[in-house]
């Protein structure tokens, strides 16, 4: 996104019609940065540039932490952290990623969210 400086006179005799432009533009540019930052792949708004490859196929921690999840029966953010010693956001990228698979609840519960994974199915798929 290109920036633009727009000046205006101290004294306020600015062309009105130049301001508007302006502030249409610097709209304009806040809606494309706000579509792209809070784009949804439900509704087919990632742009190909950005889409990511699965966690379950390029991570070597997706496995492990599954695991643990499906050993404990529930699973939140701070647990994984702590456990794996990773940031939070990466954490909650995992949890993103179990829930669009369908490996966890899609709403968290008091204890965290629900693994809908038993260990055989686990086992069936990972090992």
């Known amino acids: 996104m290109a920036k633009q400086k727009t000046t205006v006179k101290q004294d306020g005799n600015a062309n009105k019609e130049t301001l508007l432009k302006t502030i249409d533009e610097v709209c304009e540019n806040i809606k494309i940065s706000l579509d792209e930052q809070f ?40 647990d994984i952290r702590e456990r794996f010693s990773i940031g939070f956001i990466r954490a909650k990228g995992y949890i993103e990623d179990y829930k669009s698979n369908g490996y966890i609840a899609e709403k968290r519960e008091n204890n965290g969210y629900k693994v809908l994974l038993t260990m055989e199915q686990f086992n069936a798929k990972f090992q």
């Open 39 to 78: 784009a949804t792949p439900e509704r087919g708004e990632i742009p190909p540039q950005t889409e990511k490859k699965p966690l379950e196929k390029t991570d070597e921690l997706y496995g492990k932490i599954l695991k643990y999840a499906v050993e404990k029966g529930y699973i939140i953010a701070s």
